[in-house]
């Protein structure tokens, strides 16, 4: 499978990356070349295995739905870039 | 001091031949001495450790210590550690301060461990040659000009060096025992589920374990004695008793069944490392294994796969990093969008964008049947195959990886040669089975890995199975010159 520039600035705006114009074939012919070595999967029929999500085949475990953390808003806020009255600040979403 | 193991070092804290923090001093003058070369530490907590360092003296004087009290080690900087910075080896974190501790630090401190510090790691554990991360290549102890492997390479090339006793590290696709076999130490990837996930940073959440890394497997089952066990944080923990792994380590190896998989000794294997490790083979036989030729065949297929997989959860996992509540943000944002694709592709790495582009391409619209899911599908036959191996053999043994460790640059700009170092490793990540490397060797001056590969939860064969070859052979003693 082949992507070119337009397609990798496609997929870097469905995962938000803003990837420079100057940078875009690169990431096209590296992709390219990984989707490659993907394609080599099929190589092989796989028509009725049972895709595996967890290597143990195990469900996920559920908990009690209460409050097991302590509030630490102060201690988590510390590390946040913008902060006022304990909200985390961003550019305006509303015009 | 430096030279000795963790459980020699257990013993002399025990006999008080010297203080954790006689012991503690020792390691961090090492570390200030020898790490400007090697980059093996991305952050170094002095004081805090002399602080352990002193509490532990203090329980053993009191008679309520453990055998790991006072032991230095140190922390891949992906497991979040209270009050010290946590970068993941990205800009993305060069500033986040953790604000708590993972359960593995959680649970080594409680054994009352002293952290010396942090050690240097691909970007987010995406690489196999420590040189995607932020703060620049590790080197590798042995040999200068060459790469420690990845992604746990600052803690394999710290530990060979002796510039630590032993290290935690990650191993998503092999991240503990490619760079354990690149550097000449023993490392450990568990069984999925035996080692809490919780606070350590997610790369790919279904393949993602902790273990440790240190110079003998004695040591590792030291270590993942404290590290191992059910955490009731981590959605995917499985509930089940740790066994005592010391205890366990002398078992005799006669009539031990070990499965040679004739996929692992084909094309692409180094002849020189095959040489090698059809002698540690050898070494086995001695010891009273039998040795049995069995076959993976879809062995081929585990890059393939964990290249969709692996990104596809990367992806996912990495779309929290979005510039808002912790985490680099970018200069002057004009408007949400923009706050979030710059601060992105400002915090991430070339290899980290790679792998997040593909991951998104894998799971949009129209593509999830042929890549995800195919891969879901090649990843249980790979499982099956280990399934049937096992029905045959005790453990499998081969090469933890194709070649040495190759130079500084040289594959840094290829990803597909790059991702072939970890073709014997990543399989067993995608079966969730437990892998050990063990250093039974050279090519020239850079050391050579064996893999073994147990049954699922079977840490304490592979321990002592790796245990019993160190007790006759010398490789896990060598120290690299000028170290």
Sequence with gaps: ?95 | MHDKTIAQLSASLAAGEFSSEELTRVFLARIEQFNPGLNAFITVTAEPALAQARAADQRRRQGEAGPLAGVPIAHKDIFCTNGVRTSCGSRMLDRFIAPYDATVVEKLNAAGVVMLGKTNMDEFAMGSSNETSFYGPVRNPWDLDAVPGGSSGGSAAAVAARLTPGATGTDTGGSIRQPAALCGITGIKPTYGRVSRWGMIAYASSLDQGGPMARTAEDCALLLGAMAGFDPRDSTSVDRPVPDYVALLDQPLAGLKIGLPKEYFGEGLDSEVARVVEAAIAEYRKLGAETVDISLPNSQLAIPAYYVIAPAECSSNLARFDGVRYGHRCENPKDLLDLYTRSRAEGFGAEVTRRILVGTFALSAGYYDAYYLKAQQIRRLISDDFRRAFAQVDVIAGPTSPTVAFNIGEKVDDPITMYLSDIYTIAVNLAGLPGLSLPVGFVGQRPVGLQLIGNYFAEDRLLNVAHRYQQVTDWHQRVPAGF
């Design chain 1, 1 to 95: 499978m082949s992507l070119g520039p337009a397609e990798v600035a496609k997929i870097a705006h469905l995962a938000r990356l803003a990837i420079r114009e100057k940078d875009a074939p690169a990431y096209a012919r590296n992709l390219s070349a990984i989707l490659d070595l993907v394609a080599q999967m099929n190589a092989v029929d796989t028509t009725g295995v049972a895709p595996m999500a967890h290597p143990l085949d195990m469900a996920q475990r559920l908990r009690a739905d209460e409050v097991a953390e302590p509030n630490q808003r102060k201690h988590f806020q510390a590390i946040a870039p913008r902060v006022e009255a304990g909200l985390y600040l961003v550019p305006k979403v509303i015009e």
